[in-house]
């Protein structure tokens, strides 16, 4: 099993800026995805940002300028940074990861972008 530990959300005002963490812990093998995704009161869970099984940083197209995905594999913890935020950012944020066997789910933090 894998579980995902996630902190970082709040209320923040557009143009501001938040700090996501999650870290990994488990039985996880040697290759892995791992990232964020989000969703929206009434719409479909979206990827955010990803590191690719290849460690490929992968980026939704709304975010991209704005939001950074970083990592350290040896705490097996990925990062998001996401600065100027809109409203349009405002969902409930799980961090993935996936793995041969299967994909795991945090429990998700709120990221609220209102003035």
């Known amino acids: 099993q894998v579980q995902l530990v996630e902190s970082g959300g709040g209320l923040v005002q557009p143009g501001g800026s938040l700090r996501l963490s999650c870290a990994a812990s488990g039985r996880i093998f040697s290759r892995y995805s791992m990232g964020w995704y989000r969703q929206a009161p009434g719409k479909q869970r979206e990827l955010v940002a990803e590191?690719?099984?290849?460690?490929?940083?992968n980026y939704a197209d709304s975010v991209k300028g704005r939001f950074t995905i970083s990592r350290d594999n040896a705490k097996k913890t990925v990062y998001l940074q996401m600065n100027n935020l809109k409203p349009e950012d405002t969902a409930a944020y799980y961090c993935n990861l996936g793995q041969i066997g299967g994909g795991y789910w945090g429990q998700g933090t709120q990221v609220t972008v209102s003035s």
């Open positions: 590191f690719t099984s290849f460690g490929i940083p």
